[in-house]
């Protein structure tokens, strides 16, 4: 077990200069409590060879160092729920070891890694925290009739000063009406299709050649990201065309060279069979989380009828089709309201 089982106490919520696992570890909060439960499940359940280095990242202060950690050892029990024989870093001939390898009931290898995609803010460590220190102050001291989101450019050498900053905040928010209707922001941040690309591509030929198909799995840090992006992500972006003297001939969509299997002279990356792509997986979406197996139409190795039981989409011909398939919740036996006790 990682996390210990002692009386617990405190139930305030997650500070912003607190690493996860150190809130979890601390919080008195039933859904914690659940977590907790499971994350020891899944280290317990993890080969043995590979424990110490997965509770090393799992209790790190690098958030992620976490979600790469807990992406893994989720990865691992549903790659589980599909073979008995799951292998972690088996060693190949030229001395490489990917992250997974499992046999499939009809004999099928497949070699499987993981990687997270996520947008990058430029922070060092050391600047993320002190504006972590200055958001936990803003959330002890909020006021009392506004809620803020709260955007940051830049990074600070030294801690602001937070007291400086909740004064100034709270003159300005005396002057607004708090019953005055206002239009919602779009919060939402989009994750850029190049992140996912440079995921893919980076794993690509990270091997060499393999005597089996390679799906590379990504975890998507934007829950918003719909299958378009990762539709342009793969196979290119979406242009229209058109003939600039005939106007009589209507516009047409192609695909752009500039996905990670169709490139500038055509496709590429063929040793990648399948590119899994989870939308934020995370401790507390892992009953919802959405996903979908994008299977090359390139690729060298053919790619197992019996993954297909997963959501899907693949080309038949010339036409590309979603299928729906096995939800994250029953591959890993978690009920609807996870990690609420309902569940």
């Not at 009828?305 to 590309?320: M, P």
């Amino acid at each position: 077990m990682i996390f210990n089982e002692s009386d617990r106490d405190d139930s305030r919520a997650k500070f912003g200069r607190e690493s996860f696992y150190e809130f979890l570890d601390r919080s008195s909060l039933e859904p914690c409590a659940r977590i907790r439960t499971l994350i020891n499940d899944l280290v317990a359940n993890y080969p043995a060879s590979d424990k110490a280095d997965v509770v090393g990242r799992l209790k790190s202060s690098d958030e992620s160092d976490f979600r790469s950690a807990l992406f893994e050892i989720v990865l691992y029990r549903i790659l589980c729920s599909f073979s008995d024989e799951v292998t972690v870093h088996p060693p190949l001939e030229n001395g490489f070891k990917p992250d997974f390898a499992m046999v499939l009931k009809d004999g099928t290898k497949i070699y499987v890694e993981a990687v997270l995609a996520s947008e990058r803010n430029g922070l060092t460590p050391s600047g993320q925290r002190l504006i972590e220190t200055t958001l936990d102050y803003l959330n002890e001291y909020a006021h009392h009739s506004f809620l803020l989101a709260v955007e940051s450019s830049g990074e600070p050498s030294v801690q602001p000063s937070a007291k400086d900053l909740k004064g100034r905040i709270h003159s300005w928010l005396n002057s607004l009406n708090p019953d005055a209707e206002c239009a919602d922001d779009d919060l939402d941040q989009v994750l850029d299709v190049d992140s996912i690309r440079d995921a893919i591509v980076s794993k690509a030929n990270k091997y060499g050649q393999l005597d089996a198909p390679l799906v590379v799995v990504v975890n998507c840090n934007c829950s918003s990201l719909d299958e378009a992006e990762e539709l342009n992500a793969l196979f290119g972006n979406l242009r229209y065309n058109y003939i600039q003297d005939r106007p009589d001939i209507k516009a047409w969509l192609t695909r752009a060279r500039d996905g990670a299997w169709n490139g500038r002279n055509g496709p590429r990356y063929k040793g990648v069979s399948a590119a899994w792509i989870f939308r934020d997986l995370q401790i507390y979406s892992l009953s919802i989380a959405k996903y979908v197996l994008y299977v090359n139409p390139w690729s060298r190795h053919c790619f197992p009828w019996s993954l297909l039981e997963l959501s899907h989409y693949r080309i038949d011909g010339e036409v590309g089709m979603f299928y729906p398939g096995l939800s994250t919740k029953t591959m890993l036996g978690l009920g609807d309201d996870w990690p609420s006790e309902k569940s």
